[in-house]
């Protein structure tokens, strides 16, 4: 499938609540937010699902559409699979096994993603050191984890596609072999297993709906952490149970803040982003070539990384601190075995498939019609107030002009002209 | 012999100017950026959009660390792309000098910064494909340098 077309997007605005207010608009880091005359907020097909725009909102108007709740899961046979983001909510004196117990009553099997990161972190280690003599690499690689930086940079900086590291998301490998695991061990057909990921992120269903990477995604739908939060804080410390569910280091459980990623690569020059102003920056700088020396760089679109992200429930900082504490209390020694792991590395564990339609963006621009629209956008700019007030529905003055020009807006729109006639 | 755009019979089809501040390094690379945001936008080839924006950077953040405020124009003509970086700043004194690699008059504390290696004006010289100085002690320095198209619209 290819991204983009039919436009997806999981963030939805409730225009019963929503006043026209240009908060959301003003804040949007694609610009796809246009308040019209209906004086509503609408969101474009270029929304990359950052959530900016649900934590600005003063009305709670906007919401996240990517979360399944327990009672409409349809599958019969429910697996879910942790992102590590969920032990941080629970206060530091709660451990990450005992969150995976809780979750053991409600779904069928829990299985725990943190694992999977430190396996990812060893491979891309190998990825890296196999490419650094190679003149045909484009440093420094990109990490594909963020479904938010992801479709970033296909709207955006389509010429660093090919910067991206070529793995599956560990979401995605987990569900895979859990998925492989279910069907082999039990009675249940492929169609009655359902794979679900317990994630603070909102855009994490838009790479289930269309992936960057794969055809088609290995899992089946995303619980908000925020869904099943009240649910598991009951019954934490209820349930006793003397069985092991957590296996990772404090690596894997740190990949929940930013910086840790990186934090478990070992011997390579890497760099960890977070926030979706910093990031832009960032992908300018790099496509400008003025970020030498850096092998890696570990982009999270929201504040702090994970732990930031829209479906969370515990304050990042909060969540940031109860990280710290489990990572240093698990340790950031490697639990994985070289061997193993370059094992797995070879017969493409980690490879994605990558979908070429998504990578080979085709340039149709017809440059004179596309300078004469810059012309016209450029005169007409001129012309306008450049106060960027986002009165008449449209975030700035160049962006209303552009509007004017594709026939979105009309030029009476604008408030201070019309003030000033 | 090519003179650059004065001596061209085309006539632009877009240009736009933009205010680079003196010593203002937290919004230095503005222009640049809005330049390769700009060119991308309208449809060019990833390698002129880069070069374009390299040396945009380049003559930027030599206004921003040597010049007093100055001014850069982006002119787009049917056949190439030209820029134009005007200061008045104190000017270069020897030109043919500063154009070597590693030659550089930046005090200590820009080197601190991780900039002053010398490479500015080599590295403008080497992504456009026409450049020029004019410049003389305290006349301030213009900067014009010329992007050929490949695929000519």
New interface residues.
């Given amino acids: 499938m290819k991204i983009g077309q039919p436009p997806q997007h999981f963030v939805d605005i409730n225009l019963e609540r929503c006043n026209g207010c240009v908060l959301c608009m003003k804040v949007c880091p694609m610009k796809a937010i246009r308040v019209t005359k209906d004086e509503k907020a609408h969101i474009l097909g270029t929304c990359i699902d950052c959530g900016s725009c649900i934590s600005v909102c003063p009305r709670n108007a906007i919401e996240s559409k990517t979360s399944i709740s327990i009672q409409s899961l349809k599958s019969r046979y429910t697996i879910v699979t942790v992102s590590p983001v969920i032990y941080t909510q629970f206060g530091d004196e709660v451990m990450p096994n005992e969150v995976i117990t809780v979750l053991r009553e409600f779904y069928d099997q829990v299985y725990d993603q943190a694992y999977i990161h430190e396996l990812y972190n060893l491979a891309t280690e190998i990825y890296i050191i196999e490419r650094r003599n190679d003149p045909k690499t484009k440093w420094p690689l990109i990490s594909p984890i963020c479904p938010v930086v992801n479709r970033l940079i296909y709207h955006r900086f389509p010429?660093l596609l090919p910067q991206f590291l070529p793995f599956l998301t560990p979401g995605e490998i987990l569900a895979r072999e859990v998925k492989k695991k279910a069907l082999e061990k039990t009675i249940f057909k492929p169609e009655e297993i359902g794979v679900y990921q317990i994630t603070p992120c909102s855009a994490k269903l838009i790479n289930i709906k269309q992936p960057l990477f794969e055809n088609s995604s290995f899992l089946d739908g995303v619980i908000g952490i925020n869904e099943i939060f009240g649910k598991v804080k009951r019954k934490i410390g209820k349930i006793t149970e003397d069985a092991v569910y957590h296996y990772s280091g404090g690596i894997g459980i740190g990949w929940a803040r930013s910086g840790g990623e990186i934090e478990g690569l070992e011997g390579v020059r890497s760099l960890a982003v977070s926030g979706i102003k910093e990031t832009i920056k960032y992908l300018?700088r790099i496509?400008?070539?003025?970020l030498e020396g850096v092998e890696y760089i570990e982009f999270r679109a929201c504040g702090e990384g994970c732990i930031g992200g829209p479906l969370a429930v515990v304050d990042k900082y909060e969540a940031k601190r109860t990280t710290e504490r489990l990572v240093r209390m698990f340790g950031i020694n490697k639990r994985v075995k070289f061997g193993y792991v370059k094992k797995l590395y070879e017969n493409g564990f980690f490879n994605a498939g990558i979908n070429p339609e998504n990578f080979s963006k085709p340039?149709?621009?017809?440059?004179?019609a596309?300078?004469e629209r810059?012309?016209e956008i450029?005169g007409l700019w001129e012309f306008l107030p450049q106060k960027d007030c986002g009165a008449c529905g449209s975030p700035d003055c160049m962006t209303f002009a552009e509007d004017v020009i594709d026939g979105l807006q009309t030029p009476d729109r604008c408030a201070i002209l019309n003030m000033r006639r | 012999m090519y003179e650059g755009s004065e001596g061209c019979h085309n006539s632009p089809?877009?240009s736009?100017a933009y205010f680079i501040k003196a010593r203002d390094f937290q919004s230095a690379?503005k222009a640049?950026?809005h330049i390769?945001g700009?060119l991308k936008?309208?449809?060019?080839?990833?390698s002129i959009?880069?070069k374009t924006?390299?040396c945009a950077?380049e003559a930027e953040m030599n206004v921003v660390m040597y010049g007093s405020d100055g001014q850069l124009t982006l002119t787009?003509y049917p056949t190439f792309i030209c820029l134009k970086i005007k200061d008045h700043g104190p000017g270069i004194e020897d030109v043919e000098l500063a154009m070597q690699e590693g030659y550089s008059t930046a005090p200590p504390e820009y080197r601190e910064m991780g900039f002053g290696a010398g490479m500015g004006l080599p590295n403008m010289k080497k992504n456009s494909d026409w450049m020029e100085i004019i410049s003389g002690p305290d006349q301030g320095t213009l900067v014009h340098m010329d992007f050929f198209l490949d695929n000519i619209?």
């Fill in positions: 010429a300018e496509e400008l070539g003025l340039n149709v621009a017809n440059l004179k596309s300078l810059a012309k450029y | 089809l877009f736009r690379g640049s950026i390769k700009l936008e309208l449809g060019y080839a990833q959009v880069r924006a390299i950077y787009i619209p």
